[in-house]
Each structure stands twice: as structure tokens, then as C-alpha cells.
């Protein structure tokens, strides 16, 4: 069995000031993690993914997460917000295979001029 | 054209009547998926699809009826709606249903609303 959970449903954040979005999951397996990011009226797309090689990872757009399996997390951040993303943000756990995937409730973040 | 194609974007419908939601992906892949996404819940995965066969049906209501005709193109068939079946319905695809990363592309949605 496998869940995720998002800490905080809504974040706001001014432009220019650290961003950070909390996941944290349970798994039974050796999970693969990702994050997803929706604009309005638009479909998810993938941010970064963690499949068992480096902890930090980098992604698209200036995002990283760290793997954490002592903390059972994997906390996406950004140094700098900027205006385009603001967004809904998905923490998702895989069970091992795309049929296996659990999403999070998703983390609506707000970035203030 | 590139990626996961949905159509139509918006749709309005009776509880009476038939429609259909379309989804066309252009990156070779061979597993499709079915996504209902509701206001305040999780991503619900409906059905997925590996090589035009159907691998799950995620204890969806006969309302709902997918079809898969070859690896590229999915359908979503619609009858007789229930005003709570009202959500976004994403579609995706994969690699394969047994790749070990996982990764999904999404398309941009079908915004469903029964009336």
C-alpha cells in the first residue's frame, strides 16, 4: 500500500522569496516519487521525478526536491518565485509502475507581485 | 503535432443524452489512461489501456465506457450522466504500464459538465 500526503493545500509566496511545498508518502516498496505541476485549464505536467539515484534532484523551471527516507518526504523548493508559477502542484508516489500512481491532494501556490 | 490531444476542451450535457471525450497521443507510446479530476480530490484513475487492451477498470459506474481502437487514440463513451459525474477528465500516456519511472504525459483536459 502507498499514500502521499500534501502538507498544505494553499501557499502563498511573494515573487522573488523561497518557495516550498511539502509531500510526504508511505510505501511499502522502493518508491519512485514525482512532482506534477497543472496551470489553470491546462493538463499536469512532470516537474522532477526521484527513482533511486541521487537524493537531490533537479528539475525543470528551477525546481528541486529532496529525497528523504528517514522523514518519509520529499519537499519540492525553489530559491526564487516567479509570477508564472503560480500553480497547482502534485506530489505523487509510484508503487513501482504508471498503473501504480497516487497523487496527492495538491498544493495551490499563490505568488504576490 | 506533438504530445496528448483531448477534445473536445468543453462539454456540456443532459443526463439524457450520449457524448463521447477523444484523446490522441503523438509519442509512440503504448499504454493510455482515464483520469477524472474533481474540485478538492485526488487524481481518480478510471481505466488504463496497454496495447489497446484493458488492464484496469478502477470500480468505474457502466456510465462510463472506454475505448481503445489501436495504441494512439482513446475514447471516453458517456451515458446517461449524473450531474456529481461533472469534473475534468485528463487523459495520459506512457511508455509502457510496467515502466519503472512511472511518468505519465498529460493531456490539457475535457471540462465536463452534466446538466
Known amino acids: 500500500a502507498q499514500s502521499v500526503t500534501q502538507l498544505d493545500s494553499h501557499v502563498s509566496v511573494s515573487e522573488g522569496t523561497p518557495v516550498l511545498l511539502r509531500c510526504n508518502y508511505s510505501s511499502s516498496y522502493s518508491p519512485s516519487l514525482f512532482w506534477y505541476v497543472q496551470h489553470p485549464n491546462k493538463g499536469l505536467q512532470l516537474l522532477l521525478k526521484?527513482?533511486?539515484?541521487?537524493?537531490l534532484v533537479k528539475g525543470i523551471n528551477g525546481f528541486e526536491a529532496e529525497f528523504k527516507k528517514s522523514e518519509t518526504s520529499f519537499h519540492l523548493t525553489k530559491p526564487s518565485a516567479h509570477m508564472s508559477d503560480a500553480a497547482e502542484y502534485f506530489c505523487?508516489?509510484?508503487?513501482?509502475?504508471?498503473?501504480?500512481?497516487?497523487f496527492g491532494s495538491g498544493t495551490q501556490l499563490t505568488v504576490l507581485p | 503535432e506533438t504530445g496528448v490531444t483531448q477534445t473536445p476542451r468543453h462539454l456540456v450535457m443532459g443526463m439524457t443524452n450520449k457524448k463521447s471525450l477523444k484523446c490522441e497521443q503523438h509519442l509512440g507510446h503504448n499504454a493510455m489512461y482515464w483520469y477524472k479530476q474533481s474540485a478538492k480530490k485526488p487524481l481518480e484513475l478510471m481505466f488504463v489501456?496497454?496495447?489497446?487492451?484493458?488492464?484496469e477498470n478502477n470500480s468505474v459506474p457502466s456510465r462510463f465506457s472506454p475505448e481503445c481502437p489501436n495504441s494512439s487514440h482513446l475514447f471516453l463513451h458517456l451515458h446517461t450522466l449524473q450531474p456529481e459525474d461533472s469534473a475534468l477528465y485528463l487523459c495520459?500516456?506512457?511508455?509502457?504500464?510496467?515502466?519503472?519511472?512511472?511518468?505519465?504525459?498529460f493531456g490539457e483536459g475535457s471540462r465536463l459538465t452534466v446538466l
Open positions: 505523487v508516489v509510484s508503487g513501482g509502475s504508471a498503473r501504480q500512481l497516487t
Open positions: 495520459a500516456s506512457s511508455q509502457a504500464v510496467g515502466a519503472k519511472t512511472g511518468e505519465l504525459f
Open positions: 526521484y527513482t533511486s539515484a541521487a537524493t
Open positions: 489501456y496497454s496495447l489497446e487492451e484493458r488492464v
